[in-house]
């Protein structure tokens, strides 16, 4: 744990600013980061400490290339050499910026990979909505934890 | 208690195997209903959900475009669960559970441009189970009253059988063996009691035989003697010499009296000898500290004895005992033999075996008395022993006590010459 501490305190300091600057909390931040279950084809949450008295932008831009290596079994659900291009922050949206390897993701899979980014940043209580750029061009938008259903919606009583 | 336990969990499985059956038999049924529906609204028949149903209908992104239920709608919201991405990889799978006493089911088939997701709950399911239920609680019941009566009859017919044993066990007299019916335990006690009763009768019989026999040996001598002494009381101006002959009539009587005492006094101890302190017994030593005591006997009797001793024959016993059997063996043969006759006595060894045989050429015994010599008291000529030989019959019972102690063997067989042959066999024991 010690050591994915200082990986991702490495990732901080060579990723870019966003146009807003915003402190998020003294503590270390408890955090679950969503792969890819490479026997079910489902999420599922890894536990990470992100560093106290981070910038947003950074910590967002830090939990998004967490996303894109393999964890062990689990998998990133982003296609093979996608790169996260920009990051930016702005009145509670996150704007996301991928290499154009994103495009490869349709369907579920593309849900999937939604779903992986809106709950990994769901971690953070001031990011309400995002949306995802491919090279420019809004390819997603508005994608929030809350318009995720993951329990099988049932009949009223 | 073995059959309570049994019992209880007969009732268990009574209970719970239908329901558990009857479960997954209807979830199968429902199982297979709601993936039909599913194709039916998936293949664009309806989308009308029924009572008791929810209907939702989502673009291949997964992304609610028609949700059934108004108040609750999940339209625009991603309904991300595993059975989307089941119909995605085209292995679409119904599940049939019951949930909180209701059996819910659900299912996600691919359509055109989509997927179709339904929800249904059955309560009419659990009426089913609960109707079951009720019916295996009634047999239950039935069977638990069947089983209380069972084991009331059970216990009474027990306790009927065990009076019978006890009845046959405390009654003062032998009324002849106890009969129990059936093929159980309480038969087999019945049985054991039965052999144990005739054992004890058997026993009491000897016992009584025993000591019948036992006052008519003492008895004799005792009258002879009361005979004696009367005729030189009443005898008036009797003489020395004639005194002195009834003397020594008395005091042979008095030497036959001891001897039976002695000779009984034996058998109680061989009886009661529960371990024998046994050691390595060499046989040449006994047997001729034996042929020096009787040699003169012989003599008298003019009986002559042919010996053959080997050397190193031994076996385990105590040199006592080994004395009591090779003297009363040769003494018999000597006793009950003729003028000019003939007493071998061998002691060898074989691979294994002490042997000693005594044989010789006299009256001989009776085949059909072979069995019943060795009996206490027993004579094969009472009137002829008592009167000339001075036998008690007491001999070869303490031979063949003394063999058995040893763990040896005793065969009696009719002699070649017309006499008796008795050999006696023991386990050897290494050296001394």
Redesign the interface.
């Known amino acids: 744990m010690k050591r994915l501490f200082f990986a991702v305190l490495g990732v901080l300091i060579f990723t870019s600013c966003g146009t807003e600057e915003s402190k998020v909390s003294d503590e270390p931040q408890h955090m679950q980061v969503y792969y890819l279950n490479a026997s079910?084809?489902?999420?599922l949450a890894e536990e990470y400490d992100m560093p106290p008295k981070e910038n947003i932008v950074n910590l967002i831009s830090s939990t998004i290339e967490l996303m894109m290596e393999d964890k062990g079994e689990l998998k990133s659900v982003f296609p093979e050499n996608t790169k996260l291009l920009d990051t930016r922050f702005e009145q509670g949206t996150a704007s996301l910026e991928f290499s154009k390897e994103y495009l490869a993701l349709e369907?579920?899979d593309?849900?999937?990979a939604?779903?992986a980014i809106a709950m990994s940043l769901a971690n953070f209580w001031n990011v309400d909505s995002i949306d995802i750029y491919v090279e420019g061009k809004l390819v997603a938008t508005g994608l929030s934890n809350d318009?995720?259903?993951?329990?099988?919606?049932?009949?009223?009583e | 208690m073995l059959s309570l336990c049994i019992f209880a969990i007969v009732l268990c499985l009574v209970n719970t195997v239908p329901v558990v059956v009857l479960r997954g038999s209807l979830c199968q049924k429902a199982e297979k209903e709601i993936s039909t529906r599913a194709e039916q609204i998936a293949a664009g028949s309806t989308a009308e959900a029924l009572d008791?149903?929810?209907i939702?209908l989502l673009d291949?992104?997964?992304?609610?475009t028609y949700?059934s239920?108004t108040?609750?709608s999940?339209v625009?919201?991603?309904?991300?669960?595993?059975?989307?991405?089941k119909a995605?990889?085209k292995a679409p799978e119904a599940q049939a559970q019951f949930a909180e006493e209701i059996m819910?089911s659900?299912t996600v088939v691919p359509r055109d441009g989509g997927y179709v997701?339904i929800?249904?709950?059955d309560k009419e399911a659990e009426i089913t189970v609960d109707k079951l239920k009720e019916t295996l609680w009634f047999v239950s019941l039935a069977l638990g009253i069947l089983f209380v009566f069972a084991m009331i009859i059970g216990a009474y017919h027990i306790k009927k059988r065990i009076k019978v044993l006890i009845s046959g066990v405390s009654a003062r007299e032998y009324t002849g063996p106890i009969t129990v019916s059936g093929n159980d335990e309480i038969a087999e006690l019945a049985e054991m009691l039965n052999k144990l009763s005739a054992q004890m009768i058997e026993t009491e019989e000897l016992r009584r035989t025993f000591v019948s026999d036992a006052s008519h040996e003492l008895r004799t001598p005792l009258s002879s003697i009361q005979l004696l002494v009367d005729s030189i009381v009443q005898t008036e101006n009797i003489d020395v010499a004639t005194t002195k002959e009834f003397m020594a009539d008395i005091s042979e009587q008095i030497e036959r009296l001891t001897r039976i005492a002695e000779r009984l006094l034996i058998l109680t101890n061989l009886d009661g000898a529960k371990i024998l302190a046994l050691e390595p017994v060499d046989m040449k030593k006994v047997a001729t500290s034996v042929i020096s005591t009787l040699e003169q006997t012989a003599h008298e009797a003019k009986v002559e004895l042919v010996c053959n001793f080997a050397e190193d024959v031994i076996f385990r016993g105590t040199p006592d005992g080994a004395y009591q059997i090779i003297f009363n063996l040769v003494e018999n043969a000597i006793k009950y033999n003729r003028p000019g006759g003939v007493v071998r006595v061998y002691i060898y060894k074989n691979d294994d075996e002490c042997l000693l045989i005594v044989d010789d050429n006299g009256i001989g015994i009776p085949e059909e008395d072979f069995e019943l010599i060795f009996e206490r008291f027993y004579r094969v000529d009472k009137a002829r022993s008592r009167k000339d030989k001075g036998g008690n019959g007491l001999g070869l019972a303490i031979v063949k006590k003394n063999v058995e102690n040893y763990n040896g063997k005793i065969k009696v067989e009719p002699s070649v010459d017309g006499g008796t042959r008795f050999t006696v066999t023991f386990p050897q024991e290494g050296t001394l």
Do not use: W
């Open positions: 079910t084809n489902m999420l369907g579920f593309k849900t999937t939604e779903c318009n995720i259903v993951t329990e099988m919606p049932k009949v009223q | 008791s149903e929810r939702i291949n992104e997964a992304r609610v949700d239920d108040e609750d999940m625009g919201k991603v309904l991300y669960i595993p059975a989307v991405r995605h990889s819910i659900h997701y929800f249904s709950r």
